[in-house]
């Protein structure tokens, strides 16, 4: 468990490390440099059979992002691996769990009899395209708290009202650091009032400029 500079949660835990390029959000993926920088696993994914119990030490009631250095969702995790790690959420009442994907088909398979409560998912959709394939797969998931990341933002989104209001959350951010793809301002200010008509709570990533940082109630 450590805590990360990630503004929408307090913890990040990473059961599980290691992963493979998906889609076009990918190609600068952080989480790949610092597995680099530090010597993880890279290339597919590793269970941390030592991590598994990190949310059983934290007393306080926090938000703690599942899976930042991986996707629990794609091809080579393990069914046991997940069942562990939904374990814990359980035993964790106090904590909210937040997951997000780029593989949605393994996250609506996996979670067909249902959803601990205090588990929030979600979809990360890098542009239009990427959005419209992985919404099919996010609705029909039995979540309390469904939700949409979409960062690296290299184009403008549009949800969509019917999605919208499947929804409780909309995170949206540019690409950071050397090389990063555009990201305009107004494509971030076009999807916040876009969800704001349909009263979904939004949070802006951005460091500068604008903000918005909202929670689903």
Request: proline share 7%; hydrophobic share 40%.
């Amino acid at each position: 468990m450590n805590r990360t500079k990630i503004e929408w949660c307090d913890f990040s835990w990473n059961p599980v490390v290691g992963c493979k390029p998906e889609s076009e959000g990918c190609a600068r993926c952080y989480a790949a440099a610092v597995s680099l920088r530090f010597g993880l696993p890279w290339g597919g994914p590793h269970f941390m059979l030592g991590r598994l119990e990190g949310p059983v030490r934290v007393r306080k009631p926090s938000r703690i992002f599942l899976g930042s250095m991986t996707d629990l969702f794609q091809h080579g995790v393990r069914n046991e691996w997940l069942d562990e790690i939904m374990r814990v959420v359980r035993a964790c009442p106090q904590h909210t769990f937040m997951v997000l994907t780029k593989r949605p088909v393994g996250m609506r398979w996996y979670f067909r009899w249902g959803v601990p409560d205090n588990l929030w998912l979600g979809i990360t959709a890098e542009n239009q395209a990427r959005l419209n394939d992985r919404m099919w797969w996010l609705q029909e998931i039995p979540a309390k708290v469904k939700f949409v990341s979409v960062e690296p933002m290299l184009e403008p989104v549009w949800i969509g009202r019917p999605w919208l209001e499947g929804l409780r959350w909309v995170i949206a951010g540019p690409e950071t650091g050397p090389g990063a793809r555009e990201c305009r301002a107004e494509w971030i200010m076009d999807l916040a009032d876009e969800r704001a008509d349909a009263g979904v709570a939004f949070f802006d990533k951005r460091k500068t400029g604008w903000l918005r940082r909202e929670f689903p109630d």
